[in-house]
């Protein structure tokens, strides 16, 4: 079945630098990529999505590529932020038939300190 | 986009006791999920709320234990029944619209005691 695969964390990175978090997927046909981000405390918000092969989302600074021939769907921001703190999670949308069910990675918590 | 207001935020409830969560939508939206997140874990689809009909449950989650309803459009709720420590998680309801995002209420974390 279709699956999710992110990079284990915490990462913990310095304010100012540069984040990648990785995520791989797995599917048949043609899904839709997301990454939500949960503040903690919240629920998740939608920060970024792609729904074809080299469709680029962005958003507040943060870029993802869907790479059909690599199957990813890598998280990059060029600067993170003290605010940037929270759990991400790269999630995928089942092109094929039209459940509307999402498939999300374990996700990923990121720690910026200043 | 759609607004999900989900309620209550957060509860702590006595073991064998039942709590109802609900979802609000400020908009109609085509389809509605439940999610549970167990403490520290991804979501898991508890079911697909189907307007007007029985849910459509995943594997691992039944209809006496999460049962769901679904009166129009806009609404939802999930009940936990007969609850245990286990239970304890965040559930997070979802809707999508026309388009291919998925929006979010802002979850309930029950804590079973």
Known sequence: ?114 | SAVISQKPSRDICQRGTSLTIQCQVDSQVTMMFWYRQQPGQSLTLIATANQGSEATYESGFVIDKFPISRPNLTFSTLTVSNMSPEDSSIYLCSGTGGGTEAFFGQGTRLTVV
């Open chain 1, 1 to 114: 079945g279709d699956s999710v695969t992110q990079m284990e964390g915490p990462v913990t990175l310095s304010e100012e630098a540069f984040l990648t978090i990785n995520c791989t997927y797995t599917a048949t046909g043609y899904p839709s990529l997301f990454w939500y981000v949960q503040y903690p405390g919240e629920g998740l918000q939608l920060l970024l999505k792609a729904t074809k092969a080299d469709d680029k989302g962005s958003n507040k600074g943060f870029e993802a590529t869907y790479r059909k021939e690599t199957t990813s769907f890598h998280l990059e921001k060029g600067s993170v932020q003290v605010s940037d703190s929270a759990v991400y999670f790269c999630a995928l949308r089942d092109g094929s038939g039209n459940t509307g069910k999402l498939i999300f990675g374990q996700g990923t918590t990121l720690q910026v300190k200043p």
